[in-house]
Every structure is written in C-alpha cells, then in structure tokens.
C-alpha cells in the first residue's frame, strides 16, 4: 500500500470514529460559535458531505502536528480538550472544543497560562488577526481560564503571530445563535469555501 492510500484511510477512519459525535444534536463544538450556524446543521443532516481529502488541509494537518511537537517537548501541552455544560431553554448542551497547545503554571499543573492556536492556508491577515480567530482564541481563554494567547499564521510566504489578551465572551448567546441558526452565514466570505453550498438555502454564492 502506498503513502497516499495509508493517509486517505488515516483520515478516513479519524473521519467515521468522530461521526456519531459530530452529529449529537446536543453537542456544540468551540467551532461552530465562530462559523455560520446553518454549517453546523448541515453537518448533522448530511455528514458525508463534510469529508474532505485535500493538499491544503493535509498540509495544515502535517504544520500543525510538527509545531506541537516541537513545543511539547519545551512544556506545552498539545491537543487539549475543554468541556462545559450549558443549559439553553431548559435542554442541555455540551460545549466541546480543543485548542491546539496549552501551557500550564509549574507550580499548578491545573492551571493553563497560555494558549496557542495555529493557523495555515495562504489567507494571511496583514495587520491583525482575522476576527473568527480572536473569537475563537478568547473563547478558549475563557473556557481554560487562561491569561494570554496567541494566533500563530503559517503560509508557504510569512509566519506571523499575534497575542490577544482575554476579552469577555458571550458565551450562551453565541450558543443561542448557534441552535436556532439565527447566524447564515455569520459572515459572507464562508459560503464560497463551504462544502454544503450547492444545496444550502442561504448560501451566498453557487
Ligand atoms: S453555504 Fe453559506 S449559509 Fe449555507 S451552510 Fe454554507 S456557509 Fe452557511
């Protein structure tokens, strides 16, 4: 079997493993507060339609995966997940997220200090970072309890960073516009790179 075939059925089966949960009506990811709401509906009528086996997103994968490891083995912790439960109207959500490094306090190992999300593809933003990442960012320090984060943007060109300091987030409404997809698109720009476009009754484009 070669490389290629090896990576398609890795994603492929990291793909099925997480389909049951990606599509549990109950379950809102970390993600789905910053993208359209109507995104995460379409994910849980047509799942299928969300697998995706492209360069840029192995690529993405592959940055992501090296970064972590070099900065696991100077104390940060990769991959960490973050839970809430939320209570909207009387039926019960869980808030899953996870942020791709975390550094704790060395004399509270409960304690996350610093968060670190990483960004590739070639949209580098120029003099801050894009919105729908702060938001996601501040949303993590809020759930981790952290100080201070950090946007990292890997492009083939530039790799750039930006701290961004905790801001208050709220939380439930951004919950709330989820479920009841009061927000498609949250912004306009999604609809061209959305996998469900050509059968979405809101999308902005073809
Ligand atoms: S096409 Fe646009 S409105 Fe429809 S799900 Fe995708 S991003 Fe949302």
Known sequence: MGILDEIYRIKQKDFTDKLQEATNPSIVYVTD??????????????????????????????????????LMDKGWKAEVQVEKRVNIDGAEYLLKGRADLVKYSQDDESKAEEIVEIKTGRDLPLNAPHEHHALQLRIYLDLFGAKKGYLVYITPERIVEFSVDPEPVDIETLIRETIYNERAPRYEWECRYCPYRRICPFAKTR
């Open 33 to 70: 507060l910053t993208s359209c709401s109507m995104k995460r509906i379409m994910r849980i009528r047509y799942p299928l339609l969300s697998f995706r086996f492209e360069p840029p997103i192995i690529l993405g994968e592959l940055v992501h995966t090296g970064l972590e490891k070099i």
